[in-house]
């Protein structure tokens, strides 16, 4: 086979991450990640209001970073070999688009406006709306949620569509589309952005906007003006079809060739959300979970057709054909804050230190920097290691800081702490924290099991599978299975760069390159069956705090 080289593109919350891989064998050419500037500073967030919008600057500036940043890094004969370029990115993550399928934010009248932005996937701000689809749906008998678990989310982008559309008539009166971030990056690339023409991802159409064949795509044009005439045309200003990642979007485009430094030959393949990617680039088979664990947790399951038959299971992210494989059904789920609750528990610790800190006359400008990068450094490492040491404890927490995904979606939940009492300490709600977010996993398995699906194994991948022993270990046990964890740091880019090696036409089936390209696993957590009793009572505690 003729030497090949693929780009795997992977957006996430923070930053945006590329690997310039060898399509032979799975090698790692170089890689790297490039931080957006301007959410970096969190410009068009209010966290109050659960408002999280990023700019597409953020994007195209970032993703022409870390694509030169690779080839630079790389032998300069490589170049002239890369095949194929892929993309995922977080979802749902819309963006309101003008005729030309422009995001109305790249306009000179909304270039400050957040709601002309990316509507990043923990976004809560359309609840309401969210609400309000779910009652329409129930009210008129409809089935377009049947497949996204039954319960419509405020994190998906129906709901985001309609809650700016409301809210901002400037936005509403120049609006004529949306697209996903997932679709808009391969749409960029290849100089095709108008709505009706793009090929859209069936990842994020079928877990998220209600598209699914058996009503022939998306609900019709009536679905939608009854719920609100503002939304009566943009079925007719979207898609009927939907493409799995195995197909090519284009070729890339002049501009972003000369951009790039890359010949208009390379092949841009169909994107997809992060964790299904991930999930590929993890190593999942047919009944294996994959849990990418970071900034929230995503589980994807791959089962095959005849497991599930005609049931639908519910109260998921859905299950879609060909969302994380063609030929096989992909099922999703997650948790809305992981890594942002462990990062709560470390403000709580050092945030009125650092007041204090920055606030004395007893410290030079230069010393209290250096404490101040040392309290961020170390307090979640100080943190995990006293939990480690706590056997028992009084506390118990739900795991709900930012709501619910699943099971049963629900973002007006909040989390709850109980039995604090004045020996209550930092490492034992930080340990709370954690055995919650496990709590959380467990329930997520369960309603696989439950609802037919088989779990035969479970996999993680992701910041904190890769650098937290004691979260691994405690979900380890808590669920009662064994996690392998893969060994890429960058699971989710691999997977990318798999997809746009069949996308390129080097592999025919994602399988296949799979095979080829992955990297296997680095560690396992054995689950400790001196705890199981322990866990299993508390776990019906978290249920029974769950139902009050």
């Known amino acids: 086979m003729e030497q090949k080289y693929v780009i795997g593109v992977d957006y996430g919350t923070d930053s945006v991450r590329a690997v310039l891989v ?32 990023q700019h597409p600057l953020d994007y195209m500036e970032s993703l022409e970073t870390v694509i030169k940043d690779i080839l630079s890094a790389a032998n300069p004969s490589i170049k002239n070999l890369i095949a194929g370029i892929s993309i995922d990115t977080t979802g749902s993550t819309p963006v309101l688009t003008d005729k030309a399928g422009i995001p109305l934010a790249l306009r000179d009248e909304f270039k400050d406006n957040p709601n002309a932005m990316f509507v990043l996937w923990k976004d809560h701000s359309a609840v309401n709306e969210a609400e309000e689809i779910n009652a329409y749906i129930k009210k008129i008998q409809a089935p377009y949620i049947q ?6 989310s405020s994190e998906w982008v129906w709901a985001k569509v309609l809650h700016i559309l409301r809210e901002d008539v400037a936005i509403r009166n120049v609006a004529y589309s949306w697209i996903e971030h997932c679709d808009w990056i391969p749409a960029l690339l290849t100089g095709n952005q108008k709505p009706e023409n793009v090929k859209r991802s069936r990842c994020a159409a ?40 195995n197909y090519a979007a284009g070729n890339l485009c002049p501009e972003w060739a000369e951009k790039l430094g890359l010949s208009e030959n390379c092949i841009i393949g169909v994107g997809a959300f992060d964790c299904h990617f ?71 610790l ?22 101040k990068q040392e309290l961020e450094e170390k307090a979640l490492i100080w943190l995990t290691q006293q939990a480690e040491n706590i056997n028992e404890s009084s506390l118990i927490a739900t795991d709900w800081l930012n709501g619910r995904r699943t099971p049963d979606a629900n973002q007006r939940l909040k989390a709850t702490i109980s039995g604090l009492s004045l020996a209550s300490t ?13 709590f959380g996993a467990k329930a997520i398995v369960e309603r696989f099991i439950e609802n037919g699906a088989e779990v035969n194994e479970i996999i ?89």
């Open 22 to 53: 060898n399509a032979q064998n799975g090698e790692i050419v170089s890689e790297s990640v490039c931080y957006y500037p301007r959410w970096k500073k969190q410009l068009y967030c209010d966290p109050s209001k659960n408002i999280y919008r």
């Open 147 to 152: 497949y996204e678990g039954g319960i419509y």
């Open 206 to 245: 079928g877990h998220k906007a209600m598209w699914h064949p058996s009503w022939g795509g998306l609900p019709p044009k009536e679905f939608f003006s009854g719920l609100d005439p503002l939304l009566e045309d943009y079925p007719e200003h979207l898609y009927k079809d939907t493409y799995t990642s």
């Open 278 to 348: 991930g999930a590929i680039g993890g190593g999942i088979k047919p009944n294996t979970l994959v849990r990418i664990v970071g900034t929230s947790t995503c589980d994807i399951l791959l089962t095959e057709y005849d497991a599930l038959k005609d049931k639908v299971i519910p109260g998921i992210c859905g299950q879609v054909d060909g969302s994380v494989a063609p030929g096989y059904l992909g099922l999703e789920a997650g948790q809305s804050s992981v890594g942002d609750a462990f990062a709560w528990c470390k403000r709580l």
């Open 350 to 371: 050092i945030d009125s230190a650092i007041a204090i800190l920055e606030n004395s006359n007893l410290l030079t400008a230069e010393q209290k920097k250096e404490i």
């Open 426 to 438: 930092g490492p034992e709600l930080y340990a709370a924290i954690v055995e919650a977010t496990s």
């Open 460 to 548: 993680g991948i992701g910041g904190i599978a890769k650098k937290s022993p004691f979260v691994m270990q405690m979900m380890a046990d808590v669920i009662g299975m064994k996690i392998k964890v893969a060994t890429p740091l960058q699971a989710c880019a691999l997977g990318s760069a798999m997809f746009a090696a069949v996308a390129a036409g080097i592999y025919d089936d994602i399988f296949k390159a799979q095979k080829a390209m992955e990297q296997g696993f680095d560690k396992e957590y054995i689950p400790d069956n001196t705890k199981r009793a322990y866990y299993d009572e508390r776990y019906k505690t978290y249920q029974s705090l769950g139902k009050k």
